[in-house]
């Protein structure tokens, strides 16, 4: 089998470089063109002060990929891990400018994400890549517009609406591990002011296959049932409504069962324009994460609203204000509930045709906590026509959860247990990013960025003696200990030889000191990656298309700190707790057949060097390296 697949791959290499150059093309979509949401004003990308990245529809139905994390993995600057002891088995999570992934906000349409294990980061794998419209990524610190977590930067999915057009889309794959995905999706137009979007989709897997943890070897099964209902309409001339719903319902082999999990996020959004300056937004946003595992429940009540004013052509003003209601209960932390309120002001000018700058200030009360104040400020210079800066200064906070401050007695077998701190103070970052953005007739760009963070008060567990309910057990008791600099630098670059053919190159580097007098390992270290992925597209006549790509990620010098050390670890010694993970290299190929712009088979194969790879995310995982495949067919009706 292993041969087989490797001969496929080799045919899927061999088409793209035989046909490359050799039919029509088609006009590629400017980047800079792409309208983005995430800064809570509506505007192009070239216009934006911020560091941001957005993948496009585009680049996402190019791959034929089934899980985001397969997205997010060959962006610059970005890692996805994965790899945990009781976590929902297909599970990604992100980590950004080389920080831990807790330290990432994921939302879905502006609205936070939960999920399992979400002390460690939130699952982005539960979201199906076939109702997504784009990907936004805010590359620094976002307290000052999203308040709490957000100090590494934020991860923004935008679903699918009907506002546009009606369409409807059938989709299925088959694939390595008995593995099952299919669904379907309409776009409904009502009338010229309503739209409904509809996604229903179903996989199941018996899971990839691991070397570690003993306790999940052939226990990584799992299905999911995942449901969207998403309405957009005009009511009259000044009132437009958003509302949307997302169910999630999954199960897990874990411990010889079948866990249940589910998550449910109904959110609703007003937007009531006043007049042609000025307008209000109002959303209230729910989520819920409920688990057998655990005995998980976590939920989050987050209304907001915010008005934005057009003093001039080129000036907004954004002002606004939220409340989070934070409830939470799991095994070994008792139901507590958190609340925050803050408030925040922006204001985006753009002084000229060189010069925009956006600057945003927020202030959060704390349940039982002071004020934290978190400014930022960005700006763009235009130095020539294909050549622009950006740079930004921005401080973020990560406030100490329900977990963190109350957790009793937590471990995964062992003499490891885990307690929470309830006098936890929260993290705090001080971030400046500076990038530099080069095009040329947009056939050519390059993007060359560097991050430098300072974060103060770090939450890790600290080894605190043996427990005293329980000496056969050791205490890990959260503390803020840490003080750590953090840098990491970016070189990406996507170069359209023709107008169907791209070549995505890029490089990471990350790399984290701590300051402390307490000198350990930091939660998590993601050293230095190397991607390429090349794409292509042929049309055969007036009726068939033929796509494909190839992609290679190599990954080396990451390391982990691990609070549950193997028997026999020296507590004391910081560094003896570090876990290094062993460099990977990931090869990938795919090729997609479209007939009528309507009909599409496509196969992929994964991992072709069948290398090991190694995680460590809440527990210490090895994925057995086989080459992986799948074989799908979409319809997509108009």
């Not at 570090?578 to 090869?587: F, S």
């Amino acid at each position: 089998m292993k041969k087989y697949l490797l001969f496929l791959s080799s045919l899927t290499i061999l088409s793209i470089v035989t046909t490359t150059l050799a039919f029509s093309q088609e006009e590629p979509i400017v980047l800079d063109e792409v309208e983005i949401s995430s800064m809570r004003n509506e505007q192009l990308l070239k216009n934006s002060p911020e560091l941001v990245r957005v993948i496009t529809s585009t680049e996402i139905k190019s791959l034929n990929v089934t899980d985001v994390s397969d997205i997010l993995d060959y962006v610059a600057g970005v890692n996805i891990e994965t790899g945990t002891g009781s976590g929902f088995a297909n599970r990604g999570i992100v980590a950004m400018n080389g920080m831990p992934a807790q330290y990432t906000l994921v939302l879905l349409n502006g609205n936070r994400i939960l999920s399992d294990h979400i002390h460690s980061g939130q699952n982005i794998n539960f979201i199906p890549v076939e109702e997504i419209e784009r990907i936004e990524i805010i590359k620094t610190a976002s307290s000052a517009q999203y308040g709490s977590d957000a100090i590494a930067g934020v991860v923004n999915i935008i679903t699918k609406t009907a506002e546009t057009k009606s369409a409807a889309s059938f989709f299925g794959e088959y694939g390595s591990y008995n593995t099952y995905n299919t669904g379907a999706s309409v776009q409904s137009m009502i009338n010229e002011k309503t739209g409904i979007y509809t996604l229903v989709n179903y996989k199941e897997s018996d899971g990839v296959p691991l070397i570690a943890p003993a306790h999940r070897i052939g226990k990584m099964g799992y299905n999911s049932l995942n449901l969207t209902q998403r309405l957009t309409t005009n009511l009259g001339s000044s009132l437009k409504l958003d509302a949307w719903v997302k169910y999630i319902n999954s199960n897990m082999q874990f411990r010889d069962e079948m866990n249940e999990s589910y998550m449910l996020m109904p959110n609703l959004s007003l937007k009531y324009t006043i007049n042609n300056k000025s307008y209000i937004t109002t959303k209230l946003a729910f989520s819920r994460w409920n688990s057998e595992t655990s005995s998980e429940n976590n939920e989050v009540f987050r209304p907001e609203v915010f008005y934005t004013l057009k003093l001039s052509d080129d000036n907004n003003l954004i002002a606004g204000t939220d409340l989070s209601v934070h409830s939470f209960t799991r095994s070994a932390v008792d139901l507590h509930i958190q609340r925050m309120i803050g408030v925040f002001v922006q204001d985006e000018h753009k002084f000229n045709d060189k010069l925009a700058v956006l600057g945003s200030v927020r202030m959060d009360k704390l349940q039982s906590s002071s004020m934290v104040l978190t400014p930022k400020f960005a700006i763009m210079y235009n130095l020539n026509q294909d050549l622009k800066i950006r740079a930004s200064v921005s401080r973020g906070y990560h406030a100490p959860s329900v977990q963190e401050l109350y957790e009793v007695g937590y471990g995964h077998g062992g003499t490891a247990y885990r307690f929470g701190n309830p006098d936890l103070k929260p993290e705090y970052s001080t971030s400046v990013g500076l990038g530099l953005d080069y095009s040329k007739n947009n056939k050519l760009f390059v993007n060359l960025s560097g991050f430098y963070s300072n974060i103060t008060n770090m939450i890790v567990p600290v080894y605190s003696g043996p427990w005293e309910q329980d000496t056969t057990k050791d205490v890990w008791m959260r503390k803020n200990i840490l003080e750590a600099q953090i840098i990491s630098a970016e070189i990406s670059a996507s170069w359209y030889i023709t107008n169907n053919y791209n070549l995505l190159l890029s490089y990471n580097y990350a790399d984290n000191i701590a300051k402390s007098e307490i000198s350990q390992q930091l939660p998590y270290k993601p050293g230095q990656s190397f991607n390429a992925r090349f794409t292509a597209k042929q049309n055969i006549g007036n009726k068939i298309i033929i796509s494909e790509f190839i992609s290679l990620r190599s990954v080396f010098g990451r390391s982990a700190w691990n609070w549950k050390p193997e028997s026999g670890t020296d507590t004391t010694n910081p560094f003896g707790l570090t876990t290094e993970l062993a460099d990977y290299q990931k090869l990938d190929a795919g090729i997609n057949l479209c007939f009528a712009k309507k009909y599409n088979i496509y196969f992929n194969v994964g991992n072709i060097l069948g290398q090991d790879i190694e995680n460590l995310d809440d527990a210490y995982t090895i994925i057995d390296g086989e080459p992986i495949y799948k074989l799908g067919i979409k319809i997509n009706l108009y």
